[in-house]
């Protein structure tokens, strides 16, 4: 392969403009150190677990006090697997600089004589990407290129799910068609990282587009694809859609996962079609798959939102039973159910449960509560778990204060009401529009507006 220019990669995908023409201080002279020691080409291999990143440091600086000094490949598996333990700055720091020590181990490596090969920077940039540091990533990998040293297909994957990562679905299509342009042919990988992108960011349409391309090329679209694109089809009411992709699935022999399950049966329920939920379950146990928690949340919360709070408690048994215990999510629908039918006592009960069975409540499960108290009337009992959550609990949100405030208005308190608002804002939270409305709203209704 011809000797590849970083203008054409990087920087062509960004607008032609380098994101930074020189490296960051703390890169700057590890990374133009590295560029002018770039020959060894490698092999990614299988490489070694550690128990904590403790020991992977210790290795590293045993590795690099031995003589003669260990293979780059070696390297290549601590960097590795300081990564899958989500080690990202470790791996910075052991390949850049030891922040602790304020030493640079990429130097220190070079001067022994152990040289970086293409696994040492994909791994490098990999975590970069998981550590979202991704304007370094594109310096190194941008200063790489430029020094005649080549990336693989492995290296560009790790580049556009970076792309994908922070959302920029433009540059993450013009990087896929560059790789196709410098002669890397995408892999199924490839797109999956950027259909992902654009179902992320409603994006279906052009979606949908890049998997009739995927298939027209001759290649074979995975699971990951699959869920991907029936989840987006299922939040936008395509149900009809989504079980041909799920046919799809089935005529290829692609075996569907419980993530493939339980998007469908959350689509059926959100559509209050739960019969039809129900037999998507049956199918699922036909097939060999139990159902999770997820599974189990969904069909609680289905129940609840239709008034059958009693079918909901009988699921939450069933899962006990299994040995399944509720999450903050099936305990929370359970909740917003008992409210619903203004059964605030039941509602407090199932709260109290939780917390004895150390399922920490969010701020979504007492908003839950707020919203049932203040329907009811009982906002003194509102309040004192308002102020429950101060002292301990989740950070209140705009809906928080939006639903206590609403509360005040309709039994025109407007004194607390306001006071509440100050509160709010002492706390540096900014009201949202639906707050500002409720606030114009109460004053008004109470002929209130002008004194405040």
């Not at 990533?137 to 080549?150: A, I």
């Not at 654009?198 to 279906?204: A, E, F, P, R, V």
């Not at 189990?296 to 408690?313: H, N, P, Q, R, T």
Request: charged share 20%; net charge positive.
């Amino acid at each position: 392969m011809a000797k590849l220019h970083s203008y054409l990669i990087l920087s062509s995908v960004f607008n032609g403009v380098r994101l930074l023409p020189g490296f960051n201080s703390a890169l700057s002279s590890s990374v133009r150190t590295i560029a002018t020691h770039m020959s060894v080409k490698g092999i990614p291999k299988k490489h070694d677990c550690f128990d904590n990143v403790d020991d992977a440091l210790d290795l590293f600086d045993k590795m690099i006090q031995k003589y003669p000094k260990p293979s780059i490949l070696e390297f290549n598996k601590l960097f590795a697997a300081t990564v899958r333990m989500k080690h990202y700055a470790v791996v910075v720091s052991m390949f850049l600089c030891r922040i602790d020590f304020g030493l640079s181990v990429l130097g220190k490596m070079l001067k022994l004589g152990v040289e970086p090969d293409v696994v040492t920077f994909s791994t490098l940039i990999n975590g970069l990407v998981k550590a979202s540091k991704f304007s370094l990533t594109v310096s190194l990998f941008d200063e790489m290129v430029e020094k005649g040293y080549q990336p693989n297909l492995f290296t560009y994957n790790i580049i556009l799910n970076g792309l994908s990562k922070m959302g920029d679905t433009d540059r993450a299509l013009r990087f896929l068609r560059l790789m196709e342009e410098i002669g890397f042919k995408p892999d199924v990988v490839a797109y999956s990282t950027v259909i992902d992108c654009l179902c992320k960011n409603g994006l279906l349409k052009e979606a949908l587009h890049l998997f009739s391309e995927l298939k027209v090329k001759g290649n074979r679209p995975n699971i990951v694809i699959y869920n991907c694109l029936i989840h987006a089809l299922c939040n936008l009411g395509q149900q009809k859609e989504a079980r041909r992709l799920l046919s799809e699935m089935m005529e290829n022999k692609i075996s569907l996962d419980i993530f493939t399950y339980n998007i469908m049966i959350d689509a059926y329920c959100k559509e209050g079609m739960i019969l039809e939920a129900i037999d998507i379950v049956r199918t699922m146990r036909k097939h060999g798959i139990e159902s999770n928690v997820v599974t189990y949340s969904i069909l609680v919360d289905a129940y609840c939102k239709e008034g059958m709070v009693s079918k909901a408690e009988h699921i939450v048994d069933m899962m006990r039973r299994q040995g399944i215990e509720p999450n903050v999510v099936t305990y929370t629908a359970l909740i917003a159910g008992h409210c619903l039918q203004n059964k605030m006592g039941k509602a407090r009960g199932v709260f109290q449960l939780m917390i004895k069975e150390d399922c920490a409540p969010n701020i979504h499960s007492y908003n839950v509560m707020f919203n049932g108290y203040c329907k009811a009337k009982r906002l003194d009992e509102a309040m004192e778990l308002f102020n429950e959550i101060s002292r301990t609990g989740p950070t209140p949100n705009n809906v928080t204060y939006s639903t206590l405030m609403q509360g005040m208005f309709q039994l025109r308190r407007v004194a607390a009401a306001c006071k509440l608002l100050r509160k709010m804002l002492a706390s540096a939270l900014v009201p949202c529009q639906v707050t500002c409305l409720i606030l114009l709203d109460g004053l008004c209704k109470c002929g209130k507006l002008k004194e405040h």
